[in-house]
Structure formats: C-alpha cells, structure tokens
C-alpha cells in the first residue's frame, strides 16, 4: 500500500481537509456527488432500504458548488447538506453510515461532477490506508438514483469472491420526472442506443466494451489508485476514468444489480444523458444520431487485421491496409497507423503483448474520432428510435 500514500500526498490538501472520523471502518464505500439536487432523499432511502452486505458501509455525500454558483444553487446544496445530516443521526445504525461534505466555491476551472467524485474518492482511498483495508470498494452513484434492494451486496459479494475483480459494471434503466410520452421516449432510445454502442464495440472485437456511466460502476481501491484516480472534467470524467480502469482487465458486469438514474432534460454539463436528450427531442429530421452498423464493419475488419500486423514492418503494413474501406484509410493514414504498429512490434515480445498496445493506440477515443469523421459522409446515421426492438 506503499504507493497509496504517495497517491494521497499528492492530491490536493484543501480536498481533503476533512477525513473520515477513525471511529467508522468502512469496506465499502459509496461515493455520491451533489449539485443542485432537491431530490436527494429518494436516492438516500433507497440505499437505507436496500439490503446490507455483511460488511461495514459509508455513503458519502459530496455536495458542491463551484466560484460562480447562482445563490439558489448555493441555498439547495446548504439544505441538502443539513438534510443529510438529520438523516444519518435519524438512520443511524452500526455500520452502516451516511456522511455529507459541503465544498463551496471550488474553482471554475475544475468545479462539477468530476472534481466532486475524485474528492469521495480520494477521501474513501485516504480511510482504506488508514484502516488498512487493500481491498476496499469505492461505488459511485449518483444523487438523482435509486437502486435495487440487492445493489449493495450484489457488488459486494462479487469482490469479495474474486480477490483480482477490478471493477464492476452495473446495469441501469432511466425513470421519467413526469408522466410524458415525449421524455419517456427520448430515454428509452438514448438507452437503446448505450446498448447499441457497446453490442456493436463487443462486435468488433474491441476488447473494453462496457458501458461508461458515472452512477454505474465500482472500483477496488487499488486498481483506483493503479489509473491515477479520478479525473476532474466537468463532463465525462466517468468515461476518461473507465478507459484506464478497463485497461487493468479483470472487469465484471452485474446485471442483477441496477441503478435508476432520473432523466433528466439537463444541458449543466456538456455531454451525458441530459444533453443526449434533449438533442433526441429538439432533433427535426427523425432522431437519425446513431453510428451506422456499416461504419463498425469496417473497423471490424481492421481489428480482425490485428495479429497480421505483429512483426510486420511498416512498409508491408502500408500494403495490408489497402484491403480496408477508403474512408478507413484516409483516417489510418491521418494517425500515421505504420508508426504506430512499429511502436507496437519494437515493445512487444509476444502476440498477447502486442494486441494490449494495439489497443492502447487504437483505443475508444480513436474509434469515436473515427465514427465521427465518417458521419453523415459517407456513413449516414441511424434513427435511435429503430433501435429499441434491438436494444
């Protein structure tokens, strides 16, 4: 444990000012970022309703704003923070603990969802040294879910059967914050289209798969620590995270354990489910956003290239690429693929070796860099609403 607390050193000390008291000793720890969230009790009922895993748990609640917050935002997190407070002396019962943080002011350069994460996360890495508990689970939520009865222990018991689990994947299904038709239907299709997403990734062959959302996964501490923790983007800080998470290997989907976030017609970060749904709503000509099947064919064909390409030099990876679609070789010849494969061959000894790093160069972020260049042209897109009988 060593290189936790060199970790902890090197995180901010003003994001760590107040640690867990030393009187709880948590295994588990659920780590809920707050902003703004006049519904944050469904969420904290739901995990005191729950069932309890034979092990001691902590649920920290990160209530933050950042330097330019309106004062109703400011006012709502305040209430929440006391809310939280009555609640855990009302609730209270052993080992099993609720723990409100309120972080005013946080700078505007960092302030959201990623910086309030990492700082739960931290705090939960900083009271595992500590307690010295290696295997400590980290679970990430968020403020506006409710979960399954058998949520907690579910993860639980999957971590503590497989001593090397890295991390677990969690299954989900939005809930509506009124009765209507048109939100109902923008969340069933952007559900759709995750599912669609990660089929179609699993399809290709590509190796990290699994869908990245930030009130769905849980991590072991160490491998948290392994990937430099949590990201501080104000957006998507989930999905940065979970690239490096995935890379470790030993990830596991639990299906029977779900959360239900709130959809919401939200545009306060820049990507996610809310501004995922109100671009379904507001979209004009069909909802026609999906990557078409017929542009992951077509990395599929390169990644079946993959084990071709070990020992190969550059100028007969040139050759063998030529067999692939244009569009797909115009973008290989954008990322210098040849130099890329060489630097694959020149630090890999084996073929297992060589597939890790091709995958680390072509990685998710080069496939949506991809996906992106070949749509609407020459790829058109796919209606989200034609994949809910798939997906």
Excluded at 153 to 158: E, G, K, V
Excluded at 254 to 271: N, T
Excluded at 276 to 304: C, H, M
């Amino acid at each position: 444990m060593k290189y936790w607390k060199s970790y902890v050193e090197r995180q901010k000390p003003e994001y760590l000012r107040t640690t867990i008291p030393p009187d709880v000793d948590a295994d588990m720890i659920v780590v809920i970022p707050c902003y703004h969230e006049p519904s944050l009790s469904e969420t904290l009922n739901s995990l005191r309703a729950g069932d309890r895993p034979d092990a001691n748990v902590l649920i920290i609640i990160v209530i933050n704003s950042g330097v330019l917050a309106a004062e109703e935002v400011i006012k709502q997190n305040r209430l929440s923070y006391d809310e939280v407070l009555h609640f855990a002396i009302r609730y209270h019962e052993s080992g099993f603990d609720f723990m409100p943080l309120l972080f005013e002011g946080l700078p505007r350069k960092h302030a959201g969802v990623g910086l309030a994460r990492k700082i739960g996360m931290d705090l939960a890495v900083e009271h595992f040294l500590r307690k010295e508990k290696l295997r400590g689970v980290i679970v990430s939520l968020d403020a506006d879910c409710t979960v399954t009865s058998n949520f907690l222990t579910t993860i639980w018991s999957t971590f503590s059967r497989d001593k090397s689990l890295n991390a677990t994947i969690h299954d989900f299904y939005h809930r509506v914050e009124e009765e209507s038709p048109i939100a109902e239907s923008a969340a069933r299709q952007y559900e759709a289209y995750i599912r669609y997403f990660r089929s179609m990734l699993q399809y290709m062959g590509f190796p990290y798969y699994w869908h990245t959302i930030g009130s769905a996964f849980a991590v072991s501490a160490d491998a948290y620590v392994s990937v430099g923790g949590m990201g501080r983007q104000q957006g998507g800080e989930d999905f940065y995270f979970l690239q490096k998470i995935f890379a470790l290997g030993h990830i596991l989907e639990l299906k029977e354990a779900r959360v239900f976030p709130m959809a919401r017609l939200s545009g306060r970060v820049p990507f996610g489910t809310g501004p995922s749904l109100q671009k379904i709503i507001e979209d004009t000509d069909g909802n026609k956003r999906a990557y078409s099947e017929r542009s992951f064919q077509v990395v599929k064909q390169l990644f079946d290239m993959k084990d071709d390409f070990f020992g190969k030099d550059g100028h007969m990876v040139e050759r063998m690429v030529t067999s692939l679609d244009p569009s797909l070789q115009q973008f290989l010849n954008k990322i210098d693929f040849p130099l890329l494969i060489s630097d694959c061959n020149g630090n890999c000894a084996s073929l297992s070796t060589f597939r890790k790093r091709f995958f680390h160069h072509f990685n998710a972020f080069r496939i949506i860099k991809y996906l992106n260049q070949v749509h609407p042209d020459p790829f058109p897109y796919e209606s989200f609403a034609a994949l809910i009988d798939k997906y």
